[in-house]
């Protein structure tokens, strides 16, 4: 069947092109519920104030009630050629009740409504988002507690530093993800105002009362520019600022478990159910997914620079180019949600290979530092310290043996007061231990920061 022309003004109809170019529905219907939940507060706030008919309200619930479950139940016929989620939803309502359905769209445009539509949806995603924030965070809180004096070589420049825990480890991707959820709680706020009654950019002559539309849908409050309030999307953005920084802590992650899984680290292993084999290499588990997370991070930071770059030209109010907010979002949402899904199950299938570990920060001299801040405490300038134990690796490294392992006459040569007691701390254990300031490594203050979070968490 031919399609109709948008009105009586337009000589012809849209060219199909053009209606597949500019119609939206086939990601936009992923706003249905959100879109009902919105008419619906309208209608009722329309029929409060006398605008429309409260027989109309009823047909218009009655109506919503229908098509809610025609969604749910898949028999909802998407129409191309009625562009949209929103234009889609009110043809649908108007078949089924008649005038009330025509009635729906006083003071309203769908710049307002798509507007409150995306908010309305993401606000419940985010939700969504958060606990899952707080799943991966219990679960790196859990694998550090069992690992409190697993011993790690510490990297800088990915050559060995000092010895830290594996715990204190797994917690600085804790306060990278709680400061995630920070960032997120802090930007509900401003996802959570209410557009609806901006009405196409100027408000709208009608007395709506946007006040109890915005306390009916739970929004804190409404925008208070009309203007602003149809053509903002800083709201997305921001929210994709803070996936793209979330996926980055993933990323992070997902490379130092790639790092420590391969043979020459062998620092831990993933559980088979989240490693793949190879089709040539029988011998082969491979980490992908943190090589799939690493990579997915590259694509939401993407979505980050599309929606950004999608306003920079934008003149106020609305544009046509805000419907392509949608696809980057949803994209954004999905690959979030299921990386930090996957992130929690796997970080609780680790096992920790502590031997190998130890061993690995045995090779590295990671004690040095612990060996020049003990001849301070006998009373050297740092730097001079600094100096004579350069001197100690290099002979150690020339013997091929750990500082640990030189005779104590043998480290007397680099500065006698050096005692008995510098044993214990050239142990990896006693360095560790050493490093008691709030924050640092050692075990009780490892212990008392996955106190604090457990508390903070509720676990
Ligand atoms: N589908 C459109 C969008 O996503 C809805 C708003 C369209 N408004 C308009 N005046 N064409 O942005």
């Known amino acids: 069947k031919k399609s109709e022309a948008w009105s009586a003004l337009f000589s012809e109809p849209m060219s199909e092109l053009v209606q597949r170019y500019t119609s939206s529905v086939f990601f936009d219907k992923r706003l249905a519920q959100a879109d009902i939940e919105g008419s619906l507060a309208h209608a009722e706030m329309l029929a409060a104030q006398g605008i429309i008919g409260s027989q109309d309200l009823a047909d218009i619930q ?22 949209d989620v929103h234009l889609n939803i009110e043809a649908r309502l108007t078949q089924l009740v008649g005038d009330a359905g025509k009635r729906l769209h006083t003071g309203r445009s769908r710049n307002d409504q798509v507007a409150t539509d995306v908010r309305l949806w993401l606000r419940g995603e985010i939700d969504l988002i958060d606990g899952l924030l707080t799943d991966l965070q219990k679960a790196l809180v859990k694998i550090a507690g069992e690992n409190v004096d697993a011993i790690l070589p510490g990297f800088t420049h990915l050559q060995v530093a000092q010895p830290v825990s594996f715990g204190h480890h797994m917690l600085a ?75 980055v802590h993933v990323s992070r992650f997902s490379e130092e478990l790639i790092l420590w899984m391969s043979q020459n680290f062998g620092f831990i292993q993933i559980a088979d159910r989240f490693t793949t084999g190879s089709s040539i290499m029988p011998q082969k588990k491979n980490p ?47 690959t979030l949600k299921d990386t930090l899904r996957i992130f929690a199950e796997m970080v609780g299938g680790i096992t920790v290979r502590r031997e190998a570990m130890e061993a690995a920060a045995l090779r590295g001299y990671a004690t040095a530092t612990d060996l020049a801040d003990y001849l301070v405490k006998k009373g050297l300038p740092f730097r001079d310290a600094h100096e004579t134990v350069a001197h100690a690796v290099k002979t150690a490294i020339a013997e091929g043996v750990d500082l640990s392992q030189l005779p104590l006459a043998t480290l007397q040569q680099f500065n006698p007061e050096i005692g008995d007691d510098v044993f214990g701390v050239l142990s990896l254990r006693g360095s560790l231990e050493a490093r008691s300031t709030l924050g640092g490594t050692a075990p009780v203050q490892v212990t008392a920061q996955i106190a604090r979070h457990r508390a903070r968490l509720g676990d």
């Open 173 to 247: 991707y804790v306060e990278m993800f709680a400061r995630d959820a920070e960032r997120l709680a802090d930007l509900r706020r401003r996802v959570n105002r209410l557009p609806l009654g901006a009405a196409a950019l100027a408000g709208t002559s009608y007395p709506l009362d946007r006040e109890r539309v915005a306390r009916t849908l739970g929004m804190e409050g409404v925008c208070q520019n009309s203007l602003d309030a149809v053509s903002d999307r800083d709201f997305a953005i921001e929210f994709t600022a803070f996936a793209s920084l979330a996926m």
């Open 288 to 334: 992908d997914v943190p090589e799939l997370a690493r990579g997915k991070t590259g694509r939401v930071v993407g979505h980050l620079m599309g929606l950004i770059t999608l306003m920079k030209g934008q003149p106020l109010a609305y544009n046509k180019d805000n419907q392509e907010d949608k696809e980057p979002l949803f994209d954004t949402v999905d």
């Open 62 to 83: 009655r109506g919503m009630a229908q098509i809610r479950s025609e969604i749910e139940a898949g028999s909802f016929e998407w129409k191309l050629a009625l562009e």
